[in-house]
Protein backbone atom coordinates (compact mmCIF):
# COMPACT_ATOMS: atom_id res chain seq x y z
CA UNK A 1 0.00 0.00 0.00
CA UNK A 2 1.03 3.32 -0.96
CA UNK A 3 0.90 6.15 1.07
CA UNK A 4 0.71 10.20 0.48
CA UNK A 5 1.87 11.89 3.86
CA UNK A 6 0.41 15.55 3.34
CA UNK A 7 1.91 17.76 6.29
CA UNK A 8 -0.08 21.48 6.41
CA UNK A 9 2.42 24.29 7.26
CA UNK A 10 2.04 27.14 4.90
CA UNK A 11 0.03 29.40 7.75
CA UNK A 12 2.03 32.03 9.72
CA UNK A 13 0.01 30.81 13.44
CA UNK A 14 -0.96 34.13 14.48
CA UNK A 15 -1.71 33.00 17.91
CA UNK A 16 2.31 31.73 18.37
CA UNK A 17 2.77 35.42 18.17
CA UNK A 18 6.40 36.19 16.65
CA UNK A 19 7.08 36.20 12.90
CA UNK A 20 8.66 32.78 12.86
CA UNK A 21 6.37 30.22 11.27
CA UNK A 22 4.61 28.43 13.77
CA UNK A 23 5.51 24.88 12.72
CA UNK A 24 9.19 26.32 13.39
CA UNK A 25 8.65 26.79 16.66
CA UNK A 26 10.77 24.90 18.66
CA UNK A 27 10.09 21.75 20.37
CA UNK A 28 12.32 19.91 22.27
CA UNK A 29 15.07 21.47 20.56
CA UNK A 30 13.56 20.84 16.50
CA UNK A 31 11.55 22.65 14.81
CA UNK A 32 7.51 20.95 15.62
CA UNK A 33 7.45 20.06 12.26
CA UNK A 34 10.79 18.02 12.60
CA UNK A 35 9.33 15.50 14.65
CA UNK A 36 6.19 14.60 11.74
CA UNK A 37 9.07 13.96 9.40
CA UNK A 38 10.83 12.03 11.28
CA UNK A 39 7.31 9.62 12.18
CA UNK A 40 6.32 9.54 8.34
CA UNK A 41 10.36 8.79 7.11
CA UNK A 42 9.69 5.63 8.81
CA UNK A 43 6.76 4.61 6.38
CA UNK A 44 8.18 2.59 3.58
CA UNK A 45 6.63 3.02 0.44
CA UNK A 46 5.66 6.45 1.05
CA UNK A 47 5.72 9.77 -0.04
CA UNK A 48 5.82 13.37 1.55
CA UNK A 49 4.46 16.48 0.39
CA UNK A 50 4.69 19.80 2.55
CA UNK A 51 2.42 22.31 1.67
CA UNK A 52 4.09 25.64 2.33
CA UNK A 53 3.32 29.16 2.08
CA UNK A 54 4.17 31.73 4.74
CA UNK A 55 8.34 32.01 4.63
CA UNK A 56 8.20 28.99 2.90
CA UNK A 57 12.19 28.78 2.18
CA UNK A 58 13.08 28.86 6.14
CA UNK A 59 10.05 25.89 6.66
CA UNK A 60 12.45 24.19 3.55
CA UNK A 61 15.69 24.95 4.81
CA UNK A 62 15.05 23.73 8.06
CA UNK A 63 13.53 20.16 7.47
CA UNK A 64 15.92 17.26 7.82
CA UNK A 65 14.55 14.12 5.88
CA UNK A 66 16.16 11.03 4.84
CA UNK A 67 13.51 10.89 1.91
CA UNK A 68 13.00 13.19 -0.35
CA UNK A 69 9.89 16.29 0.14
CA UNK A 70 8.18 17.46 -2.27
CA UNK A 71 7.01 21.16 -1.09
CA UNK A 72 4.27 22.22 -2.92
CA UNK A 73 3.51 26.04 -2.42
CA UNK A 74 0.32 27.73 -1.36
CA UNK A 75 0.10 30.88 -2.12
CA UNK A 76 -2.70 31.86 -0.16
CA UNK A 77 -3.57 30.54 2.86
CA UNK A 78 -7.60 30.51 1.79
CA UNK A 79 -7.66 27.32 4.21
CA UNK A 80 -6.87 23.72 4.67
CA UNK A 81 -8.99 22.17 1.92
CA UNK A 82 -7.22 24.78 -0.30
CA UNK A 83 -3.63 23.60 1.20
CA UNK A 84 -4.36 20.02 0.08
CA UNK A 85 -6.13 21.28 -3.22
CA UNK A 86 -2.51 21.96 -4.10
CA UNK A 87 -1.35 18.80 -3.84
CA UNK A 88 -3.64 16.50 -5.37
CA UNK A 89 -2.21 16.23 -8.95
CA UNK A 90 0.99 15.01 -7.73
CA UNK A 91 -0.69 12.29 -5.53
CA UNK A 92 0.22 8.92 -6.59
CA UNK A 93 -3.09 6.67 -8.06
CA UNK A 94 -4.61 3.94 -5.57
CA UNK A 95 -2.78 5.73 -2.38
CA UNK A 96 -3.73 6.31 0.99
CA UNK A 97 -3.97 9.87 1.88
CA UNK A 98 -3.05 10.82 5.52
CA UNK A 99 -3.08 14.16 6.09
CA UNK A 100 -1.08 15.89 8.92
CA UNK A 101 -0.90 19.50 10.18
CA UNK A 102 2.17 20.58 11.03
CA UNK A 103 1.45 22.06 14.38
CA UNK A 104 0.30 18.48 15.58
CA UNK A 105 3.17 16.69 15.49
CA UNK A 106 3.51 14.27 18.56
CA UNK A 107 1.18 11.54 16.49
CA UNK A 108 2.87 8.24 16.95
CA UNK A 109 3.49 5.72 14.14
CA UNK A 110 1.15 2.74 15.35
CA UNK A 111 -1.84 5.52 15.68
CA UNK A 112 -0.71 6.31 12.35
CA UNK A 113 -1.05 2.86 11.03
CA UNK A 114 -4.55 1.83 12.68
CA UNK A 115 -5.52 5.26 10.56
CA UNK A 116 -4.32 4.15 7.48
CA UNK A 117 -5.94 0.67 7.65
CA UNK A 118 -9.29 1.90 8.28
CA UNK A 119 -8.93 3.94 5.27
CA UNK A 120 -7.82 1.25 3.05
CA UNK A 121 -11.00 -0.15 3.84
CA UNK A 122 -12.45 2.74 2.32
CA UNK A 123 -13.22 5.18 5.43
CA UNK A 124 -12.91 8.38 5.73
CA UNK A 125 -10.87 8.22 9.09
CA UNK A 126 -10.06 11.11 11.65
CA UNK A 127 -8.55 11.45 14.87
CA UNK A 128 -9.92 13.27 17.80
CA UNK A 129 -9.24 14.30 21.39
CA UNK A 130 -11.08 15.61 24.22
CA UNK A 131 -10.74 18.97 25.12
CA UNK A 132 -11.77 20.37 28.59
CA UNK A 133 -11.75 23.84 27.08
CA UNK A 134 -12.42 23.21 23.14
CA UNK A 135 -12.19 26.96 21.89
CA UNK A 136 -10.79 27.55 18.49
CA UNK A 137 -11.31 23.94 17.46
CA UNK A 138 -13.26 21.89 15.13
CA UNK A 139 -15.85 20.31 17.07
CA UNK A 140 -17.26 16.94 16.51
CA UNK A 141 -20.87 15.90 15.55
CA UNK A 142 -22.00 12.67 16.80
CA UNK A 143 -25.33 10.78 15.58
CA UNK A 144 -26.44 8.02 15.63
CA UNK A 145 -24.76 4.94 16.93
CA UNK A 146 -21.79 7.19 17.52
CA UNK A 147 -21.77 8.08 13.84
CA UNK A 148 -19.92 11.40 12.71
CA UNK A 149 -22.41 13.45 11.19
CA UNK A 150 -20.11 16.72 10.47
CA UNK A 151 -17.84 18.51 11.94
CA UNK A 152 -18.15 22.63 12.71
CA UNK A 153 -15.20 25.25 13.29
CA UNK A 154 -15.65 27.03 16.59
CA UNK A 155 -16.32 30.41 14.17
CA UNK A 156 -19.56 28.69 13.27
CA UNK A 157 -20.91 27.15 15.63
CA UNK A 158 -24.16 27.32 17.63
CA UNK A 159 -23.82 27.55 21.65
CA UNK A 160 -25.01 24.17 21.78
CA UNK A 161 -22.31 22.53 19.72
CA UNK A 162 -19.96 24.54 21.57
CA UNK A 163 -20.22 22.74 24.76
CA UNK A 164 -19.01 20.01 22.86
CA UNK A 165 -15.73 18.88 23.72
CA UNK A 166 -14.53 16.51 21.38
CA UNK A 167 -12.50 18.16 18.63
CA UNK A 168 -10.53 17.21 15.94
CA UNK A 169 -7.38 16.85 15.82
CA UNK A 170 -6.84 17.78 11.98
CA UNK A 171 -5.15 14.21 11.45
CA UNK A 172 -7.22 12.26 8.99
CA UNK A 173 -6.94 9.90 6.34
CA UNK A 174 -8.56 8.54 3.10
CA UNK A 175 -8.42 6.84 0.06
CA UNK A 176 -6.59 9.23 -2.16
CA UNK A 177 -9.44 8.94 -5.09
CA UNK A 178 -11.80 9.73 -2.68
CA UNK A 179 -9.71 12.59 -1.54
CA UNK A 180 -9.23 13.92 -5.44
CA UNK A 181 -13.01 13.19 -5.87
CA UNK A 182 -14.51 15.39 -2.94
CA UNK A 183 -11.49 18.67 -2.41
CA UNK A 184 -13.03 20.16 -5.29
CA UNK A 185 -16.35 20.38 -3.99
CA UNK A 186 -15.80 22.10 -0.67
CA UNK A 187 -16.84 25.75 -0.49
CA UNK A 188 -16.06 28.68 0.96
CA UNK A 189 -19.49 29.38 2.80
CA UNK A 190 -18.74 30.01 6.42
CA UNK A 191 -17.44 32.50 9.00
CA UNK A 192 -13.54 32.72 8.07
CA UNK A 193 -14.35 32.49 4.33
CA UNK A 194 -11.75 29.72 4.71
CA UNK A 195 -12.41 26.29 2.35
CA UNK A 196 -11.86 23.43 4.98
CA UNK A 197 -10.95 20.47 5.19
CA UNK A 198 -13.08 19.86 7.95
CA UNK A 199 -16.18 19.76 5.12
CA UNK A 200 -14.75 16.33 4.29
CA UNK A 201 -16.84 14.44 6.93
CA UNK A 202 -20.51 15.54 5.39
CA UNK A 203 -19.63 15.37 2.07
CA UNK A 204 -18.12 11.54 2.52
CA UNK A 205 -22.16 11.45 4.34
CA UNK A 206 -23.18 12.47 1.19
CA UNK A 207 -21.67 9.94 -0.86
CA UNK A 208 -21.94 6.89 1.36
CA UNK A 209 -18.49 6.66 2.56
CA UNK A 210 -18.44 6.16 5.86
CA UNK A 211 -16.82 8.33 9.00
CA UNK A 212 -14.88 6.48 11.46
CA UNK A 213 -13.58 8.94 14.55
CA UNK A 214 -11.19 7.71 16.75
CA UNK A 215 -10.61 9.12 20.11
CA UNK A 216 -6.73 9.52 21.23
CA UNK A 217 -4.98 10.41 24.00
CA UNK A 218 -4.88 14.40 23.76
CA UNK A 219 -0.95 14.52 24.56
CA UNK A 220 -0.58 12.84 21.51
CA UNK A 221 -2.80 14.74 18.84
CA UNK A 222 -3.30 17.99 20.03
CA UNK A 223 -1.54 20.58 18.88
CA UNK A 224 -0.23 23.58 19.33
CA UNK A 225 -1.91 27.14 18.58
CA UNK A 226 -0.49 29.28 21.14
CA UNK A 227 2.32 29.15 24.03
CA UNK A 228 0.25 27.83 26.31
CA UNK A 229 -0.36 24.58 24.13
CA UNK A 230 3.37 24.51 23.09
CA UNK A 231 4.52 24.69 26.35
CA UNK A 232 1.80 21.66 26.84
CA UNK A 233 3.50 19.84 24.11
CA UNK A 234 6.72 20.59 25.36
CA UNK A 235 6.34 18.54 28.50
CA UNK A 236 4.73 15.91 26.83
CA UNK A 237 7.47 15.03 24.49
CA UNK A 238 10.31 15.90 27.61
CA UNK A 239 8.37 13.06 29.14
CA UNK A 240 8.55 10.75 26.44
CA UNK A 241 11.70 11.10 25.69
CA UNK A 242 12.50 10.13 29.81
CA UNK A 243 10.06 7.43 29.95
CA UNK A 244 12.32 6.10 26.50
CA UNK A 245 15.75 6.80 28.95
CA UNK A 246 14.03 4.50 31.10
CA UNK A 247 13.03 1.65 29.04
CA UNK A 248 16.60 1.66 27.62
CA UNK A 249 17.78 1.15 31.15
CA UNK A 250 18.74 4.51 32.24
CA UNK A 251 17.91 5.73 35.58
CA UNK A 252 15.91 8.69 35.54
CA UNK A 253 15.36 10.44 38.74
CA UNK A 254 12.39 12.45 37.53
CA UNK A 255 10.76 11.97 33.89
CA UNK A 256 9.14 15.55 34.72
CA UNK A 257 12.92 17.67 35.56
CA UNK A 258 14.82 16.70 32.22
CA UNK A 259 15.47 18.38 28.98
CA UNK A 260 16.72 16.96 26.23
CA UNK A 261 16.66 19.48 23.16
CA UNK A 262 18.31 17.73 19.82
CA UNK A 263 19.21 14.53 20.09
CA UNK A 264 21.19 12.88 23.42
CA UNK A 265 22.43 9.02 23.62
CA UNK A 266 22.82 7.66 27.15
CA UNK A 267 24.78 4.61 27.71
CA UNK A 268 22.81 1.88 29.94
CA UNK A 269 23.13 1.84 33.67
CA UNK A 270 23.41 5.50 33.60
CA UNK A 271 21.72 8.20 36.29
CA UNK A 272 20.58 11.49 35.73
CA UNK A 273 19.70 12.99 38.10
CA UNK A 274 17.19 16.25 38.28
CA UNK A 275 17.00 19.18 36.56
CA UNK A 276 19.49 18.34 33.99
CA UNK A 277 19.46 20.46 30.04
CA UNK A 278 20.68 18.08 27.31
CA UNK A 279 21.39 20.60 24.30
CA UNK A 280 22.13 19.59 21.11
CA UNK A 281 23.44 16.40 20.19
CA UNK A 282 25.52 14.28 23.38
CA UNK A 283 26.47 11.14 23.80
CA UNK A 284 26.80 9.65 27.41
CA UNK A 285 28.36 6.32 27.64
CA UNK A 286 27.29 3.63 29.78
CA UNK A 287 27.27 3.59 33.84
CA UNK A 288 27.98 7.35 33.98
CA UNK A 289 26.53 9.33 36.85
CA UNK A 290 25.31 13.10 36.35
CA UNK A 291 24.64 15.57 39.29
CA UNK A 292 21.65 17.59 39.34
CA UNK A 293 21.70 21.12 37.84
CA UNK A 294 23.86 20.17 34.71
CA UNK A 295 23.92 21.50 31.63
CA UNK A 296 25.47 19.45 28.99
CA UNK A 297 25.58 21.09 25.19
CA UNK A 298 27.25 19.18 21.97
CA UNK A 299 29.32 17.08 24.13
CA UNK A 300 30.85 13.35 24.51
CA UNK A 301 30.64 11.38 28.01
CA UNK A 302 32.28 8.54 28.02
CA UNK A 303 31.90 5.21 30.56
CA UNK A 304 31.81 5.80 34.57
CA UNK A 305 32.38 9.49 34.47
CA UNK A 306 30.44 11.33 36.97
CA UNK A 307 29.35 14.85 37.12
CA UNK A 308 28.76 16.50 39.56
CA UNK A 309 26.13 18.75 40.63
CA UNK A 310 25.86 22.41 38.68
CA UNK A 311 28.46 21.39 36.22
CA UNK A 312 28.33 22.80 32.50
CA UNK A 313 30.02 21.20 29.59
CA UNK A 314 29.73 22.50 26.04
CA UNK A 315 31.43 21.20 22.87
CA UNK A 316 33.79 18.94 24.53
CA UNK A 317 34.76 15.05 25.25
CA UNK A 318 35.58 13.76 28.67
CA UNK A 319 37.00 10.22 28.66
CA UNK A 320 36.47 7.32 31.05
CA UNK A 321 36.12 7.46 34.65
CA UNK A 322 37.15 11.14 34.51
CA UNK A 323 34.93 13.25 37.69
CA UNK A 324 34.00 16.84 36.79
CA UNK A 325 32.97 19.20 39.10
CA UNK A 326 30.65 20.11 41.25
CA UNK A 327 30.62 23.64 39.77
CA UNK A 328 32.55 23.25 36.96
CA UNK A 329 32.99 24.88 33.37
CA UNK A 330 34.63 23.26 30.65
CA UNK A 331 33.86 24.13 27.00
CA UNK A 332 35.36 25.33 23.41
CA UNK A 333 36.89 21.63 22.97
CA UNK A 334 38.12 20.86 25.95
CA UNK A 335 39.12 17.34 26.14
CA UNK A 336 39.12 15.32 29.32
CA UNK A 337 41.66 11.93 29.24
CA UNK A 338 40.96 8.54 31.14
CA UNK A 339 40.70 9.52 34.60
CA UNK A 340 41.21 13.48 34.90
CA UNK A 341 39.38 15.35 37.38
CA UNK A 342 38.57 18.81 37.81
CA UNK A 343 36.67 20.13 40.20
CA UNK A 344 34.66 22.48 42.28
CA UNK A 345 35.12 26.71 40.48
CA UNK A 346 37.63 25.19 37.60
CA UNK A 347 37.17 26.12 34.09
CA UNK A 348 38.46 25.14 31.44
CA UNK A 349 38.57 26.61 27.91
CA UNK A 350 40.21 25.24 24.33
CA UNK A 351 42.28 22.97 27.05
CA UNK A 352 43.86 19.20 26.98
CA UNK A 353 43.97 17.33 30.10
CA UNK A 354 46.12 14.41 30.12
CA UNK A 355 45.45 10.94 31.98
CA UNK A 356 44.61 11.25 35.39
CA UNK A 357 45.40 14.66 35.82
CA UNK A 358 43.97 16.70 38.15
CA UNK A 359 43.07 20.13 39.24
CA UNK A 360 40.82 20.24 41.76
CA UNK A 361 39.51 24.09 42.70
CA UNK A 362 39.44 26.97 41.64
CA UNK A 363 42.11 27.19 38.88
CA UNK A 364 41.75 28.42 35.02
CA UNK A 365 43.14 26.49 32.75
CA UNK A 366 42.68 27.86 29.28
CA UNK A 367 44.61 26.98 25.71
CA UNK A 368 46.34 24.17 28.46
CA UNK A 369 48.37 20.78 27.18
CA UNK A 370 48.21 19.37 30.06
CA UNK A 371 50.33 15.54 30.29
CA UNK A 372 49.51 13.04 32.08
CA UNK A 373 49.51 12.85 36.32
CA UNK A 374 49.47 16.43 36.54
CA UNK A 375 48.56 18.05 39.89
CA UNK A 376 47.40 21.81 39.60
CA UNK A 377 46.89 23.34 42.81
CA UNK A 378 44.07 25.42 43.71
CA UNK A 379 44.07 28.64 42.39
CA UNK A 380 45.82 28.20 39.76
CA UNK A 381 45.56 30.37 36.63
CA UNK A 382 46.94 30.04 33.39
CA UNK A 383 47.33 33.64 31.52
CA UNK A 384 46.70 32.44 28.29
CA UNK A 385 45.63 36.41 26.90
CA UNK A 386 47.46 39.74 26.86
CA UNK A 387 45.12 41.52 25.27
CA UNK A 388 45.56 40.76 22.14
CA UNK A 389 46.89 37.71 21.57
CA UNK A 390 45.70 33.88 23.15
CA UNK A 391 48.45 31.86 24.36
CA UNK A 392 49.80 28.14 25.16
CA UNK A 393 50.79 26.97 28.44
CA UNK A 394 52.37 22.94 28.11
CA UNK A 395 52.80 21.14 31.14
CA UNK A 396 54.63 18.25 31.01
CA UNK A 397 53.81 14.80 32.61
CA UNK A 398 53.82 13.97 36.45
CA UNK A 399 54.37 18.51 37.30
CA UNK A 400 52.85 19.89 39.81
CA UNK A 401 51.94 23.36 40.27
CA UNK A 402 51.58 24.78 43.51
CA UNK A 403 48.73 26.48 44.91
CA UNK A 404 47.67 30.11 43.47
CA UNK A 405 50.12 29.76 40.67
CA UNK A 406 49.99 32.59 37.76
CA UNK A 407 51.16 30.90 34.68
CA UNK A 408 51.86 33.33 32.77
CA UNK A 409 51.80 32.32 28.29
CA UNK A 410 53.41 31.32 26.11
CA UNK A 411 54.86 28.51 28.96
CA UNK A 412 56.48 25.15 28.87
CA UNK A 413 56.98 23.44 32.29
CA UNK A 414 59.23 20.26 31.63
CA UNK A 415 58.15 16.80 33.02
CA UNK A 416 58.25 16.59 36.29
CA UNK A 417 58.45 20.44 37.12
CA UNK A 418 57.21 22.01 40.46
CA UNK A 419 56.25 25.36 40.81
CA UNK A 420 56.24 27.29 44.01
CA UNK A 421 52.93 28.12 45.70
CA UNK A 422 52.28 32.12 44.95
CA UNK A 423 54.72 32.03 41.96
CA UNK A 424 54.47 33.95 38.90
CA UNK A 425 56.20 31.77 36.31
CA UNK A 426 57.16 33.99 33.37
CA UNK A 427 59.93 31.61 31.85
CA UNK A 428 59.90 27.97 30.65
CA UNK A 429 60.63 25.44 33.07
CA UNK A 430 63.25 22.66 32.92
CA UNK A 431 62.60 19.42 33.36
CA UNK A 432 62.01 18.30 37.07
CA UNK A 433 63.09 21.66 38.47
CA UNK A 434 61.21 23.49 41.48
CA UNK A 435 60.35 27.13 39.93
CA UNK A 436 60.08 29.90 42.41
CA UNK A 437 58.64 33.08 41.34
CA UNK A 438 58.03 35.57 44.10
CA UNK A 439 58.94 37.71 47.11
CA UNK A 440 60.66 36.67 49.79
CA UNK A 441 58.59 36.43 53.15
CA UNK A 442 60.50 38.59 55.48
CA UNK A 443 59.48 39.02 59.41
CA UNK A 444 60.01 42.49 60.76
CA UNK A 445 59.16 43.48 64.66
CA UNK A 446 56.12 45.53 64.49
CA UNK A 447 55.79 48.53 66.87
CA UNK A 448 54.88 48.40 69.77
C1 LIG B 1 -7.85 23.24 12.30
C2 LIG B 1 -9.16 22.50 11.99
C3 LIG B 1 -9.92 22.26 13.29
C4 LIG B 1 -9.05 21.51 14.27
C5 LIG B 1 -7.74 22.26 14.49
C6 LIG B 1 -6.77 21.44 15.31
C7 LIG B 1 -9.88 23.17 9.76
C8 LIG B 1 -10.83 24.00 8.98
N1 LIG B 1 -9.97 23.28 11.07
O1 LIG B 1 -8.19 24.52 12.79
O2 LIG B 1 -11.09 21.51 13.01
O3 LIG B 1 -9.74 21.35 15.50
O4 LIG B 1 -7.10 22.50 13.23
O5 LIG B 1 -5.65 22.25 15.61
O6 LIG B 1 -9.13 22.42 9.18
N2 LIG B 1 -2.63 25.67 6.91
C9 LIG B 1 -2.16 25.74 5.62
N3 LIG B 1 -2.84 26.49 4.72
C10 LIG B 1 -3.97 27.16 5.03
C11 LIG B 1 -4.46 27.06 6.34
C12 LIG B 1 -3.79 26.31 7.27
O7 LIG B 1 -1.15 25.14 5.29
O8 LIG B 1 -4.52 27.80 4.12
C13 LIG B 1 -1.89 24.86 7.89
C14 LIG B 1 -1.38 25.65 9.06
O9 LIG B 1 -0.07 26.12 8.82
C15 LIG B 1 -1.39 24.61 10.20
C16 LIG B 1 -2.54 23.70 9.81
O10 LIG B 1 -2.77 23.91 8.42
O11 LIG B 1 -0.22 23.87 10.27
C17 LIG B 1 -3.82 23.98 10.58
O12 LIG B 1 -4.19 25.32 10.42
P1 LIG B 1 -4.72 26.21 11.61
O13 LIG B 1 -4.93 27.59 11.12
O14 LIG B 1 -3.88 26.03 12.81
O15 LIG B 1 -6.15 25.53 11.82
P2 LIG B 1 -7.06 25.64 13.08
O16 LIG B 1 -7.76 26.94 13.09
O17 LIG B 1 -6.28 25.26 14.28
CA1 LIG C 1 -4.14 24.34 14.59
Redo the contacts with the bound molecule.
Sequence with gaps: MNIDFI???????T?MGGNS???LASLAGRPM?QHLIQTVDSFPRSKTSV????KSKEVEQSIISTKKISFIS?K????????VKQTLPSLKKNSISVVL????PLVKKNTLNKLINSAAKGKLSLLTFIKED?M????IIRGPRNSVQK?V??KDASSSEKEISE????ILAIKTDLLQKFIPSIKNNNA?K??????LVEIANKNSVGVVATVCDSHEV??A?NKKELHDLERQCQRRLGEDLLRKGISVADTSRIDIRGETKIGENSFIDINNVFEGSNVLGKNVQVGPNCYIANSTIKDNTIIYANTVIEDCVVGKNCKLGPFARIRGGTELNEGAELGNFVEANRSNVGKSSKAKHLTYLGDAQLGSKVNVGAGTITCNYDGKNKHKTTIKDGSFIGSNSSLVAPLTLGEGSYTGAGSVITKDVPKGKLAVGRGKQVNLDRKK
Excluded at 76 to 83: D, F, I, S
Excluded at 194 to 199: I, R, S, V
Design positions: ILAAGKGRPKVIIVGYQNQLGTAHAYGDAPGYGRIEHVNSGAEYYLTDGGN
